[in-house]
């Protein structure tokens, strides 16, 4: 009955993704793994003095099968109905005037990847100077088989961190490329930094900058990697710097401010301009206050901010309440800043209990209300309004065996699922550990599985080594889909995944 | 003779169950150093473990009257603060129970974002970066029995991240670059725009494209995964577009001009006065 298919599997992955084979980036990515091959080799077999140098190495393999959403079309004259909708069977199919197909969305075949991950860090120090170290972190991407239609598996090489630190007690400087994590988020840049500690004050302030990396990516913006912004990428990267300052004016408080700028550069043009704060104050055993805050002076708006106060009533109870707010920040160099996107508002409760050592409960509810939109019309209204709650709970009679359970809910547009969850676990061996988790799970709304059920069972084992750790996962998923779910995806697939992680060189007692 | 025998040995168990039983047993002869004077029941006040940093580094001398450095690196790790580096050596000290302060509660992996910014430094008396990137990394190893560490999302979340990016449970952008990482994948396996605005997935619904906006506000991070901000314009635009305005309440252009004006000359001749 299909004809004429449109947009066959491997149409839609040649269109949707650069996935061209760029034979430079391939030998780049081979001459980095020898390079560092060899670093590792060469202090493994002595040639660096001991306490000089350690390494770690990550490695994940996957093995990923998933059905990809393709396009499709049928002749008109198999079609029932009129107008811009019709029916193709129980599949509703779109038609245009005057043409001789409808066309519609269905899952395509399976599509199977093998992603390669491999993450790379390098400590080296006792060059002569004390505190003076190198530290390198990347990764490395690929797949042994398969299309790449895994997030950025056609760029092989990522420096994430690489500078020079010299490290004392009253300072540190660092000049390289390397990130600044608080509460405005992960953000790289290839500059420098400078640390200041005050301790009588026990004031710290940091002041930081360069040209900036793009928030959650190790690649500036003009770079290939952001190239499918098309006509909207600038032509130039930022600058980036900021100021950050922490205190614990009282012993039982403390509190971070941080200030942060982002202007492309040669155009003048600011990206984003941000400010943060955040604080903890402990006034007495088993209550805790904590709060954070940001402010976008680009934008002129609160960002997100949160309140939690905690109660530890005894080793077996505890709660803790929150408020919260959230409105997502956007650089000037998007236009999704003028779309005004609506902010939420909300509470959450939380609850543990553990009546007795080997069992322990807890529970959490939500709710969320969103801001005036202006935007609602009669026939597709959003709910201003979600809920989440959840429970889970854990025994473990004996020191080896583990039972876990859980359950969640989630009552919104877009977002609603119901999901549960088992989990069993045991240590057969002092080093080895192996379980087994059920899952089943339905989403309803925008990209879910529709009213259908996504049902899992999965086994998983951990063996830790002298030297590190083994790991692997599997799991087989069916999706049980409705009669009308021919233009949902299909999500049944089976999954794996195989790690690795050992460190190299001076061992301080810890492996990962 | 044997009568006053029984009577006392009587009494005497009787009495040792009795203190036994109060808590105290005579026979319980343990020495200074075998005790564990679990942290804080005895010797400290109520917070002391969140707060003795600063006793400790005014003057460890006190603190070496019981402990022994050793003591203090049960919980401290390397490199350790000064102040116990300082501490007069003894062979042995008393042990310290090792615990985690009453704010680590099972909700703790979730919310401690704002104390591990506000206090690295306290994060770092107890913990060393490996324990922060064994969650804040690519893997996906379950935790082994009483082990919470294998990986900030659980495994194969990525088969269910749709609800939690939609319903922000967590800020994804934090990590993933939208463009780069989130757009690209849902492009290539069918879910992201290619540029048409007439097949557009949302569930095949056909009104989907006249009643958006409401969405589209609440979840504007959601839409630019799939979408190009070419697909927006394409409508929203005075330059080419249906001119349909996009901007929402408390719009305040002349803000906007004032920090960057291309970006009003993506859609507009001129910026706003």
């Known amino acids: 009955m299909k004809c004429d298919q449109v947009g066959d599997d491997n149409r839609t992955v040649a269109d949707g993704v650069s996935t061209t084979y760029e034979p430079w980036r391939r030998r780049r990515t081979i001459a980095a793994t020898v390079i560092v091959g060899a670093a590792f080799a060469a202090g493994h077999i002595g040639s660096l003095e001991a306490q000089q140098w350690r390494g770690r190495a990550h490695t994940r393999v996957q093995y990923v099968q998933a059905r990809t959403l393709v396009w499709d079309s049928v002749a008109v004259d198999q079609t029932t109905g009129d107008g811009s909708l019709r029916l193709s069977g129980t599949t509703q199919v779109r038609c245009a005037p005057a043409t001789d197909y409808c066309y519609f969305s269905r899952a395509g075949q399976t599509r199977v990847t093998s992603p390669v991950t491999q993450d790379v860090d390098l400590n080296v120090w006792g060059f002569g100077v004390q505190g003076l170290r190198l530290y390198g972190n990347a990764r490395f991407r690929g797949a042994i088989s398969g299309t790449d239609f895994w997030p950025r598996a056609d760029d092989h090489v990522d420096l994430l961190a690489g500078y020079l630190e010299l490290q004392r007690s009253r300072y540190r400087v660092r000049l390289g490329r390397d990130y600044q994590v608080s509460g405005l988020g992960y953000y790289g840049y290839d500059g420098g930094s400078a640390v200041l500690r005050l301790r009588p004050a026990r004031l710290e302030v940091e002041a930081y900058g360069g040209i900036g990396l793009e928030r959650g990516l190790a690649d500036r913006l003009d770079s290939d990697a952001l190239s499918s912004l098309d006509e909207f990428q600038p032509r130039n990267s930022n600058f980036l710097f900021g100021v950050r300052a922490s205190a614990r004016p009282v012993a039982r408080a403390s509190v971070e401010a941080i200030y942060q700028r982002e202007e492309e550069r040669g155009a003048g043009g600011l990206a984003s301009e941000r400010v943060g704060v955040e604080a903890t104050y402990t006034p007495t055993a088993g209550i805790w206050l904590q709060g954070h805050a940001d402010y976008d002076l680009a934008t002129d708006w609160w960002g997100k901010a949160g309140a939690t106060v905690g109660w530890s009533v005894n080793p077996q109870v505890f709660v803790e309440g929150k408020f919260f707010r959230y409105r997502p920040v956007f650089s000037l160099q998007t236009i999704w800043a003028a779309f005004n996107p609506t902010p939420y508002t909300g509470w959450g409760v939380s609850v543990g209990l553990r009546p007795i050592d080997d069992l322990s409960f807890s529970l959490l509810g939500e709710r969320r209300d969103y801001g005036e939109t202006d935007a609602e019309v009669p026939f597709e209204v959003t709910t201003d309004r979600t809920w989440r709650a959840g429970g889970s709970a854990s025994w473990q009679p004996q020191e080896k065996w583990r039972l876990d359970g859980g359950y969640w809910v989630n009552l919104s547009f877009g977002s609603a699922t119901s999901t549960g969850q088992f989990r069993v676990s045991a240590?057969?061996?002092?080093?080895?550990?192996?379980?087994?988790?059920?899952?089943?799970?339905?989403?309803?709304?925008?990209?879910?599985?529709?009213?259908?059920?996504?049902?899992?069972?999965?086994?998983?084992?951990?063996?830790?080594?002298?030297?590190?750790?083994?790991?692997?996962?599997?799991?087989?998923?069916?999706?049980?889909?409705?009669?009308?779910?021919?233009?949902?995806?299909?999500?049944?697939?089976?999954?794996a995944s195989f790690g690795m992680s050992f460190y190299l060189g001076t061992e301080p007692g810890r492996t990962p | 003779m044997k009568a006053r025998r029984i009577v006392a040995v009587s009494i005497g168990v009787g009495l040792s169950v009795l203190l036994a039983a109060w808590g105290w047993a005579p026979t319980e002869a343990q020495s200074v150093a075998d005790r564990e004077f679990a942290y804080p029941r005895q010797m400290h006040p109520a917070g002391w473990l969140e707060t003795h940093g600063q006793e400790a580094g005014a003057d460890a001398t006190d603190c070496a009257a019981c402990h022994a450095p050793s003591s203090c690196r049960s919980c401290h790790v390397e490199p350790v603060p000064t102040p116990i580096s300082r501490m007069p050596a003894r062979e042995a000290g008393i042990p310290i129970a090792r615990r985690a302060p009453d704010y680590h509660v099972p909700t703790w992996s979730e919310n401690h974002k704002a104390r591990a910014a506000a206090n690295t430094a306290q994060c770092q008396t107890c913990h060393t970066p490996d324990a922060c990137s064994s969650c804040h990394t690519t893997s996906a190893a379950a935790p082994p029995p009483g082990k919470r560490t294998g990986g900030y999302h659980v495994g194969n979340f990525q088969i269910q991240h749709s609800a939690a990016a939609f319903g922000r449970e967590v800020e994804c952008a934090t990590c993933?670059?939208?463009?780069?990482?989130?757009?690209?994948?849902?492009?290539?396996?069918?879910?992201?725009?290619?540029?048409?605005?007439?097949?557009?997935?949302?569930?095949?619904?056909?009104?989907?494209?006249?009643?958006?906006?409401?969405?589209?506000?609440?979840?504007?991070?959601?839409?630019?995964?799939?979408?190009?901000?070419?697909?927006?314009?394409?409508?929203?635009?005075?330059?080419?577009?249906?001119?349909?305005?996009?901007?929402?309440?408390?719009?305040?252009?002349?803000?906007?001009?004032?920090?960057?004006?291309?970006?009003?000359?993506?859609?507009?001749?001129?910026?706003?006065?």
């Open chain 1, 427 to 495: 240590q057969p061996l002092d080093k080895l550990s192996v379980g087994g988790r059920f899952s089943a799970f339905q989403q309803i709304g925008e990209f879910r599985v529709g009213e259908g059920r996504v049902w899992s069972v999965g086994a998983e084992a951990q063996w830790d080594t002298p030297v590190g750790t083994l790991w692997g996962s599997v799991d087989r998923y069916r999706h049980d889909r409705q009669e009308n779910d021919d233009v949902l995806p299909d999500w049944t697939q089976t999954r």
């Open chain 2, 176 to 273: 993933h670059n939208p463009e780069a990482f989130c757009r690209d994948c849902h492009v290539s396996r069918g879910l992201g725009s290619e540029g048409r605005s007439d097949r557009g997935f949302h569930n095949e619904n056909p009104t989907w494209l006249f009643g958006h906006g409401q969405a589209a506000r609440q979840g504007l991070e959601s839409c630019a995964t799939c979408h190009s901000q070419g697909d927006c314009l394409s409508c929203h635009s005075a330059l080419g577009g249906r001119n349909i305005n996009p901007h929402g309440p408390g719009f305040d252009a002349e803000q906007l001009r004032s920090k960057n004006e291309a970006m009003c000359l993506t859609c507009h001749l001129s910026v706003p006065e």
